[in-house]
C-alpha cells in the first residue's frame, strides 16, 4: 500500500513540477527551507518538526558508477549556483510552490556536499542543481536542468523504494547518493537520476550503517565514499587535490590539460568552483587556454604552475 500511495504522490508530485510557475535559477542570496520555515513559524506560532537530510551534488568526476563504470554527468554549469531542494506537499509546512524550491545549505564546497532541515510531514524531495530550465526541452537551458528522481523520505523500511541504512529509522542524518539510472517521464523529461540513502558520518564519509549499528566497526572501515579510498583500497578520506589535477586522480597528466580544453570547447560542462581554483594556473578565477597551456608546460617540465622556467632556478624544475 505504500508503494502504491507513493507512486501516486510521485506522479501528482511530478505533474505540480512540469505545471510550476517560470522562476529564476537560484543564486547564493536565494531563499533557503531554513528561512521559509522560520517565516512559518513566526506567522502560525507553530513549531516546525525537521529532519535533516545531506546530498553530495554529481560533479562528473567523482561518486559512484554504475554498471558500466560510468559517472553522473556534472550537475555544475553557469546557471547553477549550487544543490536546490524541492519538496511538494501542502500538509507539509512551507512546501515549495515553484522549482527549483529553496537553495540548499552548503556542508562541504569542495566535496559538494549539502543539506536540508525539511519538516518531518514532507513525504518526497528533490535534489537538484537550482536551475528552472523551463518546460520546452527544445531550449538549450532546459538541458541546464539537473534532478534526482522523487525521492521517499517521509519513512523508511526496508525493502521499499530506497534502502534503509542499518540502525536508522528515519531518513533523519542520511545523506541520498546519486548514480546513474537516468528515468525517463512525460512530466520531467529531462532524466532524472536515481540514487540511494547511506548514513552520513561527516567529512564526506557515509556507509550503509548507522553508528549505533551492531555491524558498524569504525568509519574508515564502514565508509563507501569511492573518493576516500586509494589504490590499495585503504581508507584515506578526503584529500587535498594536486594543484592541475582536473579529473582529481591524484596525478597531473595530459588528462589534465585535455579535459580543460574539452571544457574550453564546449565538449564537456564543468563550473564546479573547487575544479575550477584548481586547475586556474594564472589566478584570474577562470578558466581559459592559458591554465590548459600552462598544465601542458608543466607535464613537461618547462615550468612550475606560477609560470617561472628554468632559467629562474638553479635546478631543472623537471626532476624526475
Known amino acids: 500500500m505504500r508503494k502504491l500511495i507513493c507512486f501516486l504522490l510521485t506522479v501528482a508530485f511530478c505533474m505540480a513540477v512540469a505545471a510550476s510557475a517560470t522562476a529564476k535559477s537560484l543564486s547564493p542570496d536565494s531563499e533557503t527551507a531554513a528561512d521559509a520555515l522560520a517565516r512559518y513559524e513566526a506567522q502560525s506560532g507553530k513549531k516546525v518538526e525537521t529532519h535533516r537530510y545531506y546530498f553530495i551534488m554529481p560533479d562528473g568526476i567523482h561518486g559512484i558508477?554504475?554498471?558500466?563504470?560510468?559517472?553522473?554527468?556534472?550537475?555544475?554549469?553557469?546557471?547553477?549556483?549550487?544543490?536546490?531542494?524541492?519538496?511538494?506537499?501542502?500538509?507539509a509546512p512551507a512546501y515549495c510552490e515553484s522549482w527549483p524550491g529553496y537553495r540548499a545549505m552548503v556542508e562541504d564546497a569542495e566535496q559538494g556536499i549539502y543539506y536540508v532541515d525539511m519538516p518531518t510531514e514532507a513525504s518526497l524531495l528533490i535534489w537538484n542543481n537550482g536551475v528552472d530550465g523551463g518546460q520546452d526541452p527544445d531550449q538549450p537551458i532546459f538541458q541546464k536542468m539537473k534532478s534526482s528522481i522523487s525521492v521517499p523520505c517521509g519513512y523508511?523500511?526496508?525493502?521499499?523504494?530506497?534502502?534503509?541504512?542499518?540502525?536508522?529509522?528515519?531518513?533523519?542524518?542520511?545523506?541520498?547518493?546519486?548514480?546513474?539510472?537516468?528515468?525517463?517521464?512525460?512530466?520531467?523529461?529531462?532524466?532524472?537520476?536515481?540514487?540511494?540513502?547511506?548514513?552520513?558520518?561527516?567529512?564526506g564519509c557515509y556507509g550503509m550503517y548507522a553508528e549505533d549499528s551492531e555491524h558498524f566497526t569504525d568509519i574508515g572501515h564502514n565508509c563507501c565514499n569511492p573518493d576516500h579510498v586509494d589504490a590499495n583500497g585503504k581508507h584515506v578520506g578526503f584529500a587535498d587535490p594536486i594543484r592541475g589535477d582536473y579529473d582529481w586522480d591524484k596525478t597531473v597528466t595530459v588528462l589534465d590539460a585535455t579535459r580543460a580544453q574539452r571544457v574550453l570547447a564546449d565538449i564537456v560542462t564543468d563550473s564546479n568552483p573547487a575544479h575550477i581554483k584548481n586547475v586556474d594556473a594564472d589566478g584570474d578565477g577562470e578558466l581559459t587556454i592559458v591554465d590548459a597551456t600552462r598544465i601542458q608546460r608543466v607535464i613537461a617540465g618547462l615550468c612550475d604552475f606560477e609560470g617561472h622556467t628554468y632559467e629562474e632556478y638553479e635546478l631543472p624544475l623537471n626532476k624526475n
Open 65 to 91: 558508477r554504475d554498471d558500466q563504470g560510468e559517472l553522473p554527468e556534472s550537475w555544475y554549469n553557469e546557471y547553477s549556483q549550487g544543490a536546490g531542494i524541492y519538496w511538494w506537499d501542502t500538509n
Open 156 to 203: 523508511a523500511e526496508p525493502d521499499e523504494w530506497a534502502t534503509v541504512p542499518e540502525g536508522c529509522d528515519s531518513f533523519d542524518g542520511c545523506i541520498f547518493v546519486p548514480y546513474v539510472l537516468n528515468i525517463y517521464s512525460e512530466y520531467q523529461p529531462n532524466r532524472p537520476v536515481s540514487g540511494s540513502w547511506y548514513f552520513y558520518y561527516g567529512d
